[in-house]
Structure formats: structure tokens, C-alpha cells
């Protein structure tokens, strides 16, 4: 808006100056044709008059250069506005690629997040899988080890029972030994005896 003011002004101060430049070269025109004395003292009136117009002249281009560089003056100000706003947007645009690539990281760690959990849950469930078998080989290495130690203590019994037997058997297959020399001894001393007589 101050650009077109500035503009406008420029331009009715060109309009202005036209107008007096016309003006101006009319009264010189009318002060070439009128020779007369009557004239003169026309044209010195008009002298005045052309003095006065020759400064408002003067006053126009003034003017017309101090709204000139005001209008250069807003133009290179405009144009710093508008490299500042496409910097802002350039900046904002930045801004939106950074919050996209924060969003995608986001949903990539919760991914990550979600991943870790569903492994860590998959790998608590296969400690306590196992853990139970752990414990199902542990129960049968026990029942197993007092099976063995149930069965060591029968066949210590049975080696026990059986020592038993085979002393019992000894001692009486010693005994039937001693009867039967006994009994040879007899028959040896009939014998001898029978034979003496």
C-alpha cells in the first residue's frame, strides 16, 4: 500500500511537471510573439509569473526525485521483506520435514519398542519352558537316582540273604562230611576188628 501511494505520488508529480513544463513553454512563446511595450510590461508580469513557475519546477523534480528514491527506498524494502518471508518459509518448511522425520522415528521406535517386548516376552516364555523341563529332568533324575539306590539296597539285601544260604549250605555240607567220615570211621573199625578176630 505504501509502494502504490509512493507511486501515485510519482505520478501526479510527473503529471504536475508536464502541466508546468507546458504552461512554461507557452509563456515563453507569448514572451517571443509580443514585442510591444504593452507587451513588455505583460511579459515582465509574465517574467514573474515564470520565475514562480520555473521554482515550483524546480520544487516539482524535487519532488519528484524525493518520492522517487522513497519509492526505491520501499521496493528495496519490499523485496528484503520478501526474501525474509521465503527464508520463513524455507525455515518453515524445514520445520515440517524435521517434525515428519521426529514422527517416523517416533512410530520407528515404538515399532522397535513393540518388537523388543513381543522377543523378550518370547524368550521369558521359552526360560520358562525350560526351566519347567529343568525341573521335569531334575524330578526324574531324583526318582531315578532313588530307584537305583532303592535297587542297590534289594541287591545288597538279596547278596545279603544269599551269603546267608551259601554259609547255611557250607556249614551243613560240613556237617554231612563229618557224618559220613563218622560213619567211615565206624565201618573202618568194624572192619578192622572183624579182621583181627
Do not use: W
Amino acid at each position: 500500500e505504501e509502494l502504490s501511494f509512493r507511486s501515485a505520488l510519482v505520478k501526479r508529480s510527473e503529471a504536475a511537471l508536464t502541466e508546468l513544463k507546458t504552461d512554461f513553454d507557452l509563456y515563453r512563446s507569448l514572451e517571443e510573439a509580443r514585442v510591444s511595450s504593452a507587451v513588455a510590461q505583460a511579459l515582465s508580469a509574465e517574467g514573474a509569473r515564470r520565475e514562480e513557475l520555473a521554482a515550483r519546477l524546480a520544487e516539482a523534480e524535487a519532488n519528484k526525485l524525493t518520492h522517487s528514491e522513497a519509492a526505491r527506498l520501499a521496493q528495496n524494502e519490499l523485496r528484503v521483506k520478501e526474501q525474509e518471508l521465503q527464508s520463513a518459509g524455507t525455515e518453515m518448511g524445514l520445520a515440517f520435514i524435521a517434525r515428519d522425520r521426529a514422527v517416523e522415528d517416533t512410530k520407528e521406535a515404538r515399532k522397535s519398542e513393540v518388537t523388543a517386548k513381543l522377543e523378550a516376552h518370547s524368550l521369558r516364555r521359552r526360560l520358562d519352558r525350560s526351566n519347567e523341563v529343568n525341573r521335569c529332568l531334575f524330578l526324574d533324575h531324583k526318582n531315578l537316582m532313588g530307584a537305583q539306590v532303592e535297587m542297590s539296597r534289594k541287591h545288597c539285601e538279596d547278596l545279603a540273604g544269599i551269603n546267608t544260604f551259601l554259609v547255611y549250605l557250607s556249614q551243613r555240607q560240613a556237617k554231612l562230611r563229618l557224618v559220613v567220615l563218622k560213619d567211615r570211621l565206624v565201618d573202618a573199625d568194624k572192619l578192622k576188628t572183624r579182621y583181627q578176630r
